[in-house]
């Protein structure tokens, strides 16, 4: 691993990844006028890999992607997403909504339907307008563009209650082989561990197999966009899809495993938890970034349940808000988290700022806090003191904003 | 059970049950001079028990009732309640702070300090000022009235964040015999089931042996006190105290079944639901009592889990606060629950009005469902149409007022 080298591109867009087109247009699915309907495209056909919402009320575009996923996970061209639209709770004319929006991308690009998967995030329980989306498909076909302006543009029509696009770009260098891992995602509101409203599309033209794909993706995810919570709410379409065209000049990857599996995952990694930051940054209303790190645990599984428990909390997240040093709530959350925990051996850190020492509270340097909670990205840090073991989440904190945004998403 | 009456006492409170005499009083342990400690006191002994939180850290209170209830649950006289300090993450000392309070109190008394049992609410991981409280232990217990006044009074010194004091009574009329049951409780934010900042104190004259006490109280308590959340957060210090002075000329109840028992859990589940809704309508910041019920469930505890994600879903309860009917983040929530659910079979409603049928949206009346939203009190129901097995929660929405409360609770 020591040969590997990642370097960030900076002002990454999707379209970073050789061989990558995008396209966004303002088909009316939204009634501002914002652009809604993003298009991301390869001519070289593409491995594709994608993981789903654990939802039960999975929207439609899941169903059609997982199902075409299944038949054939070699051969696909892109991907279509429309924003303002969840196309979730439609029953089978949602099913055929999303079919549909598939064959005529297909049509317009010169490729199979099959070979297009889409993605829809909006209200939930309203059926697509496929008039709109039909033209604005064709429309964005027409409008395919290999630069990094159309990659931006692309970023920022899937966007909901974002604030800002959410992009990041990498290139993998090692020994004798180089390429592109570049990614975009749209989040805000209802992230949450396992998927929750939350869409990522990530390109590379690194070559590698179906299985290498979906192994990679899935060691990626677990701890970048799985170890991000907004409200706790999953929802019904979140989907992250790896689309890798192997258009670079490199061996193919064809076990999970070895040093060029492992720069993979890397590069992988560094995309996604960029991503995953910033969507815990751009949470709804959110004013701070929140790391939450648990050592000291039994296992990686434990220390992610503690660390999630202490992201969750909204009492937790409502003191950073106030910038208010209150451990009690954070051991208070680590305390209910399910895990066995002995309150005697827990130590509690706000950034390099002991506040709990083995389960007796600490003389809090309360100037010294007032500091780190002023900054805009807050660490915090417990330890368990059982174990070896470790997790981050990322979180954000909870304002008056949040309740703005999500007293009146509908009206 | 046709011979059983449950009459509701106007007015009620923790006093209401013969042989019981309160006292409150302001010790200085709050800054703002407002009552902060109460006693509940009964001359004769009552057998005793108690659900305590379920959270890995237990404030010394909880360590020390469960210590004593261990050791006998047969001679109890009382409790001391404090409001400002909860004596949570305190260490040796605190649980010596909590001995020292319960033996102030029976000197004071002329009863073993063991028979006194203590609860405490407020701030984590600061020491109880004890001078203050041993005088206001004094103070209380030369000051104990057995009458409804005085009881009214201690409701509202075992308050915090509280923005009224809950409490219920009702007189069991059986066939030959009457007693009373009488409640308070104190909650606000981080309610939840399993125990959660909520305290309550049940009193009443009926004759039970400790093992029916605890019997009837795990059973009234889970479909009331332990079917309400705020927030989600379980505190350190929840309990639930159930204290049975024998007074009533009834024979002793010793079997936890047959119809003389489930007559008292009856009469136990009244008071506690009344006392779990008001919990629920004075969460911090809340503008609407919200009932969930998941019905058509394959078993109470799916039913039971079901419903617990819409309530404490921030995003239908964000809804609420902002009179949307947006049944898409009911059914998001019932589907990310955890429980196996078929959508093509879940029906919602918000009141009396379906606002989603079979899986799929249906035409929603919304100048009806804004009506229904206009109302204090909303009701949501879910049919999973998956079996018989039904339960019932109670939450709040979510407000900009919580967000206020609880983003400087300290400062």
């Not at 805000?188 to 929750?196: F, L, Q, S, Y």
């Not at 827990?346 to 900054?375: C, H, K, M, T």
């Not at 949040?402 to 509908?410: E, L, M, Q, S, T």
Request: proline share 3%.
């Amino acid at each position: 691993m020591s040969d590997l080298r990642l370097e960030r591109i900076p002002e990454g867009a999707i379209t970073a990844t050789p061989g990558f087109e995008a396209a966004s247009v303002a088909c009316g699915i939204r009634s501002t006028g914002a652009p809604d309907l993003a298009l991301v495209f390869s001519r070289r056909p593409c491995v594709g890999a994608a993981l789903f919402t654990t939802n039960a009320f999975k929207a439609a575009p899941v169903l059609y992607d997982r199902a075409v996923l299944a038949r054939n996970a070699n051969a696909f061209h892109g991907v279509v997403i429309n924003a303002g639209c969840a196309n979730a709770c439609t029953g089978a004319q949602g099913l055929r909504d999303s079919q549909a929006t598939a064959a005529a991308a297909g049509a317009a690009l010169g490729v199979s339907g099959e070979s297009i998967l889409v993605m829809s995030t909006g209200v939930i329980g309203v059926h697509l307008p496929m008039d709109k989306v039909l033209s604005g498909v064709k429309q964005a076909a027409s409008s395919l563009d290999p630069g990094i302006e159309a990659g931006h543009a692309t970023a920022r029509a899937i966007m909901t209650t974002d604030t800002r696009p959410k992009e990041s770009a990498v290139r993998v260098l090692t020994p004798g082989a180089a390429y592109t891992i570049a990614g975009m995602a749209k989040g805000a509101g209802m992230i949450h561990p396992n998927m929750a409203t939350m869409l990522c599309v990530l390109t590379t033209d690194a070559r590698l197999t179906p299985d290498v794909a979906h192994a990679a993706l899935t060691q990626a995810t677990e701890v970048s966009l799985n170890a991000v919570t907004v409200d706790g709410d999953m929802s019904t379409n979140d989907t992250v899809l790896l689309l890798a065209n192997g258009q670079a000049d490199v061996p193919l990857m064809d076990a999970a495993s070895g040093s060029r599996y492992a720069a993979f995952v890397e590069g992988l990694m560094a995309v996604a938890t960029d991503l995953a930051k910033e969507l815990a940054r751009d949470g709804e209303g959110a004013t701070r970034l929140v790391e939450v790190t648990v050592r000291g645990a039994r296992s990686r599984a434990e220390a992610k349940q503690a660390a999630k428990s202490v992201a969750n909390s909204l009492l937790v997240k409502t003191a950073i808000y106030g910038q208010d040093a209150n451990w009690g709530r954070i051991a208070c959350a680590v305390g209910y988290s399910g895990i066995e925990v002995d309150p005697e051996r827990v130590n509690i850190w706000l950034g390099d700022l002991e506040l709990f020492r083995l389960g007796a509270p600490y003389d809090v340097n309360e100037a010294r806090a007032s500091e780190i909670l002023a900054q805009k990205e807050i660490a915090i840090t417990v330890d368990l003191g059982a174990g070896d073991a470790q997790a981050t989440v990322w979180t954000c904190d909870l304002s008056h904003g949040y309740v703005d945004i999500n007293a009146h998403y509908r009206t």
